[in-house]
C-alpha cells in the first residue's frame, strides 16, 4: 500500500515523533510505500522513507495547522492510506497520541478562535459520523472522546504500550551508573532527580522545580527539549538556579534512567506517559500524577507513588522522600520482573498490523 503519513511538525525527541517514524519504519519493512508530509523536519530524514515539506504561512499555531490540513486534501489523493499523527480532517486513520480536548476546552474558553479551530480538527476526526478509525494509546482518553462525540466503540484499535526494551536495566549498569554520574560531577550518595520529556508546561516541571526546593540535597537534570525561560525565572526566584540542570534533548536516555535515583513527572495532562514505564524498566522509581494515563502501570508494578492531580507540595515531598530513601536493591529487583513479565513493547508492530487489516473495509 501506499501510505501518507502526516504530522505538523518532527522533531527528534518526541514521543510522538518518535512513534510515527518507528511505525513508518515498520510498515516499509514489511514493503509498504511511507510518504511523511510535515510542515517542518529538525534533524536526520529517515534512509528510505520520503519526507515531503509543505509550506505553509500563517501569523499563528492554530492557523498554520488548519492551512495545513487544507493543503493535504490535495497531496494525498493519490494514497491509500492517510495516517495522521494530529488531528485534522480527512484521515482514514489518527494516531491518538494527544487527549481529549473538549475535556479541556469548555466556553468560554472554546470559543476563541485558537481554541475552537483546535476543537474543529479534533471533531473532523471523532464525531460519529466520520469514517477516520483511530489508533488509541489510551483507556481513559478513549472514554473521553466517546463520551463528548459518541465515537463508536468499533473505530477503535487499543494498542499496548511500545517501550524500547534498550531502557531495560542491563546487567552491567553499576558501572554505566558510576560513569555517568561522574560524568554530572554526583558521587554515588548523592540525590539525582530526573525529569525526562518536551513539554516542559503539561508535564509539571514547574512542580518538579518547587520539590527541588525542598529537598536542598538533591539536584534535578532536565532532559528534553522545550522552552526553558519560565522555569530558569522560577528557579532563580526560589534559590535554587545551582542544583537544576538544563540537559536538552538526549540520545542516551537508558543512561539517565539506570543513573538516577527517582523519576518526577507530575504533569497536569498526560495521555499516557512512555516514560514511566521506560524508568520502571530500567529499576528507576517514579513519582507520577493520576493525571497520566499509564499510571497504573506504576502503582500495579509497585514502582513508585501515584499522587492524587492536586495532591499538596508537601504531600509530594514527603512522597518523593520515602522513595529515595528506600532500599534501591528493591527498585531494581521489582523493575527487572516487571520488564520480564509486562506486555509493553509491541505498540509498534499491532500499529501496522491495524492498518494492512483494514485496508479492506473501504478506509
Known amino acids: 500500500m501506499k501510505m501518507a503519513f502526516v504530522l505538523f511538525e518532527y522533531f527528534p525527541f518526541g514521543g510522538l515523533q518518535r512513534d510515527m517514524l ?29 519526507v515531503q515539506l509543505v509550506s505553509v504561512n500563517a501569523g499563528s499555531n492554530h492557523q498554520r495547522d488548519a492551512l495545513f490540513a487544507n493543503k493535504m486534501t490535495a497531496l ?45 480538527m479534533e471533531r473532523a476526526v471523532f464525531v460519529a ?32 504500550p511500545g517501550i524500547r526494551r534498550d531502557r531495560v536495566l542491563p546487567d552491567d549498569f553499576t558501572l554505566a551508573r558510576a560513569q555517568h554520574r561522574q560524568g554530572q560531577g554526583l558521587n554515588d550518595d548523592d540525590t539525582m532527580l530526573l525529569f525526562v520529556g518536551s513539554g516542559f508546561r503539561t508535564k509539571g516541571l ?31 526566584r526560589l534559590g535554587v538556579t545551582a542544583r537544576l540542570h538544563f540537559m536538552g534533548g538526549q540520545d542516551n536516555v537508558p543512561q539517565w534512567l539506570w543513573s538516577a535515583d ?17 524508568a520502571a524498566i530500567a529499576g528507576l522509581p517514579v513519582l507520577t500524577t493520576r493525571a497520566c494515563g499509564y499510571a497504573p502501570y506504576i502503582e500495579n508494578a509497585m514502582m513508585g507513588r501515584v499522587m492524587e492531580n492536586d495532591a499538596l507540595l508537601s ?22 520482573a516487571f520488564a520480564a513479565s509486562a506486555d509493553i513493547y509491541d505498540l509498534v508492530e ?4 491495524a492498518l494492512e487489516s483494514c485496508h479492506g473495509e473501504g478506509l
Request: proline residues 5%; charged residues 25%.
Open 262 to 278: 527517582l523519576l518526577l513527572h507530575l504533569a497536569y495532562a498526560e495521555n499516557t506517559g512512555t516514560v514511566l514505564l521506560e
Open 206 to 236: 514547574d512542580r518538579a522545580i518547587q520539590m527541588l526546593a525542598a529537598l536542598p540535597e538533591a539536584q534535578l537534570f532536565v532532559v528534553g527539549h522545550d522552552r526553558s525561560d519560565r522555569f530558569v525565572a522560577q528557579a532563580r
Open 76 to 120: 494525498w489523493k493519490e494514497f491509500d492510506l492517510r495516517v495522521g499523527f494530529n488531528k485534522m480532517p480527512g484521515l482514514d486513520w489518527y494516531y491518538a497520541a494527544d487527549g481529549c480536548l473538549a475535556e479541556r476546552y469548555s466556553p468560554p474558553l472554546a470559543w476563541l478562535p485558537r481554541y475552537r479551530s483546535k476543537l474543529n
Open 22 to 50: 518507528a511505525i513508518a519504519r515498520s510498515a516499509v519493512a514489511r514493503g509498504h510505500d511511507v510518504t511523511i508530509f510535515t510542515r517542518r523536519w529538525e534533524g536526520d530524514r529517515p534512509a528510505g522513507i520520503p
Open 129 to 160: 459520523s466520520a469514517a477516520t478509525r483511530i489508533l488509541s494509546i489510551s483507556h481513559p482518553q478513549k472514554a473521553l472522546f466517546q463520551q463528548h462525540y459518541g465515537t463508536a466503540a468499533q473505530r477503535f484499535v487499543d494498542l499496548p
Open 315 to 336: 504531600e509530594m515531598v514527603a512522597a518523593a522522600r520515602s522513595l529515595v530513601e528506600a532500599d534501591r536493591d528493591g527498585w531494581r529487583e521489582r523493575g527487572r
Open 350 to 353: 499491532h500499529a501496522v498490523s
